[in-house]
Protein backbone atom coordinates (compact mmCIF):
# COMPACT_ATOMS: atom_id res chain seq x y z
CA UNK A 1 0.00 0.00 0.00
CA UNK A 2 1.28 3.42 -0.45
CA UNK A 3 0.23 5.90 2.64
CA UNK A 4 -0.03 9.21 2.29
CA UNK A 5 1.15 11.44 5.55
CA UNK A 6 1.40 15.17 5.56
CA UNK A 7 3.34 17.34 8.00
CA UNK A 8 3.67 21.08 9.13
CA UNK A 9 7.75 20.92 9.07
CA UNK A 10 10.72 18.75 7.91
CA UNK A 11 13.78 19.92 9.19
CA UNK A 12 16.56 18.16 11.65
CA UNK A 13 16.35 18.47 15.35
CA UNK A 14 19.87 18.50 17.46
CA UNK A 15 20.21 14.39 17.45
CA UNK A 16 19.86 14.44 13.27
CA UNK A 17 16.08 13.02 13.61
CA UNK A 18 13.07 14.66 11.57
CA UNK A 19 11.57 16.97 13.34
CA UNK A 20 7.65 17.19 11.36
CA UNK A 21 5.54 19.70 13.48
CA UNK A 22 1.82 18.59 13.65
CA UNK A 23 1.53 15.31 10.85
CA UNK A 24 -1.42 13.01 9.66
CA UNK A 25 -1.81 10.29 7.22
CA UNK A 26 -4.69 10.94 5.63
CA UNK A 27 -5.18 7.27 3.85
CA UNK A 28 -3.44 4.90 0.95
CA UNK A 29 -3.68 3.69 -2.33
CA UNK A 30 -2.98 0.49 -3.55
CA UNK A 31 -1.65 2.48 -6.97
CA UNK A 32 1.58 4.03 -6.58
CA UNK A 33 1.18 6.89 -9.39
CA UNK A 34 -2.21 7.40 -8.38
CA UNK A 35 -1.02 8.07 -4.40
CA UNK A 36 1.36 10.51 -6.02
CA UNK A 37 -0.89 11.97 -8.03
CA UNK A 38 -3.88 12.88 -5.35
CA UNK A 39 -0.86 14.28 -3.16
CA UNK A 40 0.11 16.71 -6.03
CA UNK A 41 -3.51 18.21 -6.62
CA UNK A 42 -3.95 18.27 -3.60
CA UNK A 43 -7.17 16.25 -3.53
CA UNK A 44 -9.47 16.80 -0.89
CA UNK A 45 -7.70 19.52 0.79
CA UNK A 46 -4.93 17.27 2.51
CA UNK A 47 -2.68 20.26 2.71
CA UNK A 48 -5.38 21.77 4.87
CA UNK A 49 -3.63 25.66 5.12
CA UNK A 50 -1.30 23.88 7.62
CA UNK A 51 0.67 21.27 6.29
CA UNK A 52 3.84 22.23 3.79
CA UNK A 53 5.27 18.86 3.41
CA UNK A 54 4.25 15.42 2.57
CA UNK A 55 5.23 11.68 2.01
CA UNK A 56 4.01 8.80 -0.13
CA UNK A 57 5.63 5.59 1.34
CA UNK A 58 4.82 2.55 0.12
CA UNK A 59 4.53 0.06 3.47
CA UNK A 60 3.95 -4.15 2.73
CA UNK A 61 1.79 -5.86 4.67
CA UNK A 62 2.43 -7.21 8.34
CA UNK A 63 3.76 -5.77 11.27
CA UNK A 64 7.01 -3.46 11.66
CA UNK A 65 7.64 -3.19 8.20
CA UNK A 66 9.60 -0.40 7.18
CA UNK A 67 8.72 1.57 3.88
CA UNK A 68 10.10 0.03 0.70
CA UNK A 69 9.99 3.73 -1.01
CA UNK A 70 9.55 6.99 -0.31
CA UNK A 71 8.64 10.30 -2.14
CA UNK A 72 8.57 13.68 -0.59
CA UNK A 73 6.78 16.26 -1.47
CA UNK A 74 6.79 20.14 -0.54
CA UNK A 75 3.84 22.73 -0.92
CA UNK A 76 4.59 25.45 -3.84
CA UNK A 77 2.40 28.27 -3.16
CA UNK A 78 2.63 29.62 -6.07
CA UNK A 79 1.20 26.60 -8.29
CA UNK A 80 -1.08 25.93 -5.36
CA UNK A 81 0.52 22.35 -5.68
CA UNK A 82 2.68 19.75 -3.91
CA UNK A 83 5.81 19.35 -5.87
CA UNK A 84 8.31 16.23 -5.43
CA UNK A 85 11.54 16.82 -3.72
CA UNK A 86 14.77 15.17 -2.75
CA UNK A 87 14.63 13.77 1.22
CA UNK A 88 16.34 15.73 3.53
CA UNK A 89 16.73 12.81 5.99
CA UNK A 90 15.72 9.33 5.14
CA UNK A 91 17.20 7.07 7.62
CA UNK A 92 13.83 7.64 10.04
CA UNK A 93 11.47 4.87 10.54
CA UNK A 94 8.34 5.16 8.61
CA UNK A 95 5.99 8.61 8.69
CA UNK A 96 2.44 6.89 8.43
CA UNK A 97 2.87 4.34 11.51
CA UNK A 98 6.52 6.13 13.03
Same mark, same amino acid.
Given at each position: ? +? ?9 I ?9 A ?11 L????? !????L??? !?C ?13 ? +???? !? ?21 D ?8
Open positions: M +YFITCFQKYEDKDGWPDLGHRTFGYYNDRDAIRMV !ELNNDIR !ELYDYAVVEHITEGL +YNLA !EERIFFKWNDDTRAFEIIEPIVHFGNYAFG
